[in-house]
């Protein structure tokens, strides 16, 4: 966890549910992605999962889960990444390079029961500047749902990749790829027809988590 200057906190926090108001304004959030929405909560999401399983169940369909955990996800986000993705939701270039500049200037230190370490690392470094956003800093998760997370939720759902059903009264076709809060994902896959071959179904969920992988991996973040 990192220990920031309250008042930089406090603009982070800003900056941060700024862009979940704009991007929930252009309808750029994955609906997959519970994470710092208003009104979406983890056990709503759990919920969200165990009425797909009973779907499941009720209307005999094989269905394939894989649960992640993003590794480090704050500290790799890149921060071309992070500037074009708030730029995205017209957060003003000022912010975003008082947002980036600060944290790439930051001289840390561990501080443990003992005192504070006298090595410390950071601060500028024009070749290698920090990355990330550090752990308890209130763009952490804005940052990670708006700019890492969603489009690539977005694209596993451009290659038909997920869950689909159909209700029975209004023959709405309901159609998600899985179930996220912040950093935390499940990935679902199930039966695209009738009888369908459940080594089928666990092959293309191998292709969902490959793709999802990759799509991490390129925006910085690792499973």
Known sequence: ??????????????????????AEEYGQLAKEQYGSQRRHTAIKQALNKR???????????????????????????????????????????????????????M??????????????????HPLRPNQGIPQGNGMGPPGWSVIISSPCLEF????????????????????FVGYCHVDDTDQVEMEKYEGENIDDIIQRMQQAVDIWETSITLTGGAI
Not at 1 to 22: E, P, V
């Open 156 to 175: 596993l759902r451009s290659k038909n990749f997920g869950a689909r059903f159909q209700t029975p009264m209004s023959e709405k076709l309901i159609a």
């Open 51 to 105: 009425l797909t399983m009973d779907m499941a169940i009720l209307q005999k369909m094989s269905t394939v889960f894989c649960s992640q955990d993003i590794m480090s996800c704050y500290d790799r986000i890149p921060h071309a990444a992070l500037a074009l993705g708030l730029r995205r939701q017209n957060i003003p270039e000022t912010a975003i390079e008082a947002l980036i500049t600060t944290i790439q200037n």
């Open 107 to 124: 001289v840390h230190k561990v501080r443990t029961t003992f005192g504070e370490s006298a090595v410390t690392y950071g601060g500028n």
């Open 1 to 22: 966890i990192g220990l920031q200057q309250a008042d930089f906190n406090f603009f982070c926090k800003y900056l941060g549910r700024w862009a979940m108001k704009k």
